[in-house]
């Protein structure tokens, strides 16, 4: 199947910084990722679509200038975390397109101290 | 929005048993997916189904799109310890540009006792 990498797997920042996660495709062209949000235990959440020469779409509730996405290329899509928050700490994933069917990344574990 | 019901919500069995969970929606999809999800991992992908009433098998592991396009099931053979982890079931809506959003249920845990 399609795979995705992610980097870093795991961030530890201090209050206040900025952060980036990168999201590649390595075997195929994605016009459209996705970055979700995982809280322990619970489901993964959309925060918003990201297309590539475009401007993402965030779902309901998500900050975008607080999260944001750049998808400068077919393979790369970025998640700026900024001005981090301990509330901000989590599990993001993202995930690629590939016809009907969406490959997610292995995560970054974001820890905000 | 639409939401996902899916159950159980954790499951322990013998090694050896088979194991059956299920979702359900409010809403029509177009495609359902399964993923299974390890600790610190990002989910993968098991099942995709594509048409109301197709089945579907990889493994052990088989799936069923309900005709009514409204929910799913997944059922897993013959479970073996690795099969632990926690199953999610996806909904799959166009959502135009040729994109689809991805809408999940909150996982089944499955635990396999050896």
Known sequence: GAVVSQHPSRVICKSGTSVKIECRSLDFQATTMFWYRQFPKQSLMLMATSNEGSKATYEQGVEKDKFLINHASLT?????????????SSFYICSAQ??????????TRLTVT | ??????????????????????????????????????????????????????????????????????????????????????????????SGAGSYQLTFGKG???SVIP
Not at chain 1, 78 to 84: E, P
Not at chain 1, 102 to 107: A, E, K, L, S
Not at chain 2, 14 to 23: L, P, W, Y
Not at chain 2, 54 to 75: C, M, P, V
């Open chain 1, 76 to 88: 790369l899509s970025t998640l700026t975390v900024t001005s981090a928050h301990p509330e901000d």
């Open chain 1, 98 to 107: 590939d016809r009907d069917e969406q490959y997610f990344g292995p995560g």
């Open chain 2, 1 to 94: 929005g639409q939401q996902l019901n899916q159950s159980p919500q954790s499951m322990f069995i013998q090694e050896g048993e088979d194991v059956s969970m299920n979702c359900t929606s409010s809403s029509i999809f177009n495609t359902w997916l399964w993923y299974k999800q390890d600790p610190g991992e990002g989910p993968v992908l098991l099942i995709a189904l594509y048409k109301a009433g197709e089945l579907t098998s990889n493994g052990r592991l088989t799936a069923q799109f309900g005709i009514t396009r409204k929910d799913s099931f997944l059922n897993i053979s013959a479970s073996i310890p690795s099969d632990v982890g926690i199953y999610f079931c996806a909904g799959a809506a166009y």
């Open chain 2, 108 to 110: 089944t845990k499955l």
